[in-house]
């Protein structure tokens, strides 16, 4: 049984002030929630302050980006390491965001990858399609293609350690979620390119859903069997939304 994993991506919202505010109204929202992994990722300049605030709940700390080297003169870069003393046990990479906003490449998500599971913190990897890519029939090519080269070195013991991120990048912040059956198809070839990666640790990973996800249709996206979460962006930002989301989730898991 893969528990369910439910996770917030603030983008480039929220002060530090605004994100205890937020763990304020939210934590007493999903105190009861039971099978269910919650996870915020806040801007950089929150972590510390956000990571205070969640102390003590069940809901983890992640980073939306980091850098790949543990130090150096990469100026306006954070290290995997300085995400670990401010307590982020996930960390978001190849949003599509940064793929097409800051040239992001496959082998770029696979080093920060591979830095995040060195520091003993989750990546969360995201892979996604855009619409001319689905239009012209290449969505299982594309993503096929993505996810080997963004889990390159990857070792299969740290496997399960790894959330894989669906976002169909014309379903991100565009209100156009893609219907259960056009996720359920990638989840599912992305498990069998997993299960021919990793072997039989495909069945414990989890691969979120992401693009458009709310609380009115969490329900029937969670409905199907090869998706495990959701990456959420918009909705998350309300601690009311995202709460029903996360604990739809605890009631299918
Ligand atoms: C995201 O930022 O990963 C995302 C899926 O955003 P939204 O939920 O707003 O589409």
């Known amino acids: 049984m893969r528990t369910a994993i439910m996770a917030a991506n603030w983008k480039m919202h929220k002060t530090a002030a605004e994100a205890v505010a937020f763990a304020e109204a939210f934590l007493p929202l999903v105190a009861e929630a039971a099978d269910v992994e919650i996870v915020v990722a806040a801007p950089f300049t929150a972590l510390d302050r956000l990571g205070r605030a969640l102390d003590g709940s069940a809901v983890a700390l992640a980073a939306q980006n980091v850098n790949a080297e543990p130090q150096g003169a990469f100026t306006g870069e954070v290290a995997p390491g300085m995400l670990v003393e401010l307590g982020c046990r996930y960390g978001i990479v190849g949003h599509s965001e940064r ?40 969505t299982l090519e594309v993503i096929g293609g993505s996810l080997a080269a963004s889990l390159a070195g990857v070792p299969g013991e740290r496997a399960d350690e ?86 739809f989730a605890q009631q299918e898991s």
């Not at 060195?118 to 892979?127: D, E, F, N, Q, S």
């Open 99 to 138: 793929r097409s906003l800051y040239g992001e490449s496959d082998a770029t998500v696979a080093s920060k990858a591979l830095a995040l599971l060195a520091a003993g913190i989750r990546p969360i990897l995201c892979v996604g399609e855009t619409l001319e890519e689905r239009e012209s029939g290449r």
């Open 162 to 247: 790894l959330v894989i991120a669906y976002e169909p990048v014309w379903a991100i912040g565009t209100g156009k979620t893609a219907t259960p059956q056009m996720a359920q198809e990638v989840h599912g070839f992305i498990r069998s390119q997993l299960a021919e990666r990793f072997g039989d640790s495909a069945e414990s990973m989890r691969i979120q859903y992401g693009g458009s996800v709310k609380p009115d249709n969490v329900a029937e996206i969670m409905a199907q069997p090869d998706i495990d979460g959701a990456l959420v962006g918009g909705a998350s930002l309300d601690p009311d939304n995202f709460s029903k989301i996360a604990r």
